[in-house]
Structures are given as structure tokens and as C-alpha cells.
């Protein structure tokens, strides 16, 4: 049973196309993440729910919009899609917010190719 | 700003001990997190610290302290399979993950 789901796992697009990636959650956490990792591997947060609401909303382009239907489900949608969004996007989920002891579980991972 | 190092590459050899640092500048503390990424795959976690000391899991130990802002990652009697990057990450004042940009550890025969 994995606990952190994203599909798809690969996407290859043209630019300026829109494209979703799709994450669910069945551990039961309040709190969902996205996360973008780079080529140099650098991890880096974009948006963060609790309990479907937004709590961090980093500086990303507004072609970005996540959403949330309920808190076991954290979708991320991209518009005119650019070169520069080739990446690496993980879902992650945490049991809550505002806690030190805050473990992220990531999921698989899903490649976006921009051609 | 808010900043964590960590070296970008280190070589180890099979059986041996490799110790990997991370020092930290953040706004406020609240525990610093190890987690492990192999090639391709998702980061999982290792590690967490939030009091100065010594944790022990097995072949893997962390140690912080909260002075120097300093935190090291040791592995013991290192296997093939611990090829993988190291991402260390300090939760800051507001509970937000900062991010090193990993040690990719690489172990020869």
C-alpha cells in the first residue's frame, strides 16, 4: 500500500501546454506539501496545505496553482508551461503543522520534461 | 538569510566510517532532520535532532549541537547500498523546512 502517490511518475511535454500532476495521501496526515528538486538536486518548497487550507505559498510563478479537494489529496496544475519547469516535483505529506518533530513522507517522484 | 552547508561529494570505501557535516544559519530552531535520497527515488527519513547529543540507529548516528550550529551524519561499516545523497534540513521559528543541497556519498569497493 504506498502511502505518498503521485501520478504520473513521467511527463514529457511542449512548452506552453498545461499539465497536472496528481498526489493523494492514505496516512491519514493533516499537512501536504510540493516540492520542486532542480538538476543540482536542491529541494525547494512551493506550496504547503493544512487541512486544505494554504499555509505556505512560496515565490512561484503564479502559472502554478495548486489545490486541494480534501486533505488526503494535494493536485498541482501548471499553465504555459516553460523550459525552466523541467524538474523534479514530489508530493509529500507530515502528521501536522507546527511541530519540530515534523517527518515528511515523500512520494515517488514525477519527472517533468519541458521540450 | 537563512542558510545550511554541506559538502557537495564525498568517497568512501565499503566497511569503512564517513562522517558528513552540516552547519546551519536559521532564523530560531526547532530540530534538524537527515533524510537519505538514492538516484531516482524519493528522500526518506533517517534522522532528528533537536537536543545536543548523540542518536543512535544502528549502523547510522547524528549529532547536534545547537551552539556551533553544527550536525554530522556518521555511518558505520558502509555497504554498497549506501551510495546515496545526504539532505540535511533545520525546521526554522516557524516550523518551515530549510533545505541543505545534499552530500552525494559515493562508496568504492
Not at chain 2, 30 to 46: D, R, S, V
Not at chain 2, 54 to 67: A, P
Request: glycine residues 8%; neutral net charge.
Amino acid at each position: 500500500d504506498t502511502a505518498v502517490s503521485q501520478t504520473p511518475k513521467y511527463l514529457v511535454t511542449q512548452m506552453g501546454n498545461d499539465k497536472s500532476i496528481k498526489c493523494e495521501q492514505n496516512l491519514g496526515h493533516d499537512t501536504m506539501y510540493w516540492y520542486k528538486q532542480d538538476s543540482k538536486k536542491f529541494l525547494k518548497i512551493m506550496f504547503s496545505y493544512n487541512n486544505k487550507e494554504l499555509i505556505i505559498n512560496e515565490t512561484v510563478p503564479n502559472r502554478f496553482s495548486p489545490k486541494s479537494p480534501d486533505k488526503a489529496h494535494l493536485n498541482l496544475h501548471i499553465n504555459s508551461l516553460e523550459l525552466g519547469d523541467s524538474a523534479v516535483y514530489f508530493c509529500a505529506s507530515s502528521q501536522a503543522w507546527g511541530s519540530g518533530a515534523n517527518v515528511l513522507t515523500f512520494g515517488a517522484g514525477s519527472r517533468l520534461t519541458v521540450l | 538569510g537563512q542558510n545550511i552547508d554541506q559538502p557537495t561529494e564525498m568517497t568512501a570505501t565499503e566497511g569503512a566510517i564517513v562522517q558528513i557535516n552540516c552547519t546551519y544559519q536559521t532564523s530560531g530552531f526547532n530540530g534538524l532532520f537527515w533524510y537519505q535520497q538514492h538516484a531516482g527515488e524519493a528522500p526518506t527519513f533517517l534522522s532528528y535532532n533537536v537536543l545536543d547529543g548523540l542518536e543512535e540507529k544502528g549502523r547510522f548516528s547524528s549529532f547536534l549541537s545547537r551552539s556551533k550550529g553544527y550536525s554530522y551524519l556518521l555511518l558505520k561499516e558502509l555497504q554498497m547500498k549506501d551510495s546515496a545523497s545526504y539532505l540535511c534540513a533545520v525546521s526554522d521559528s516557524n516550523y518551515q523546512l530549510i533545505w541543505g543541497a545534499g552530500t552525494k556519498l559515493i562508496i568504492k569497493p
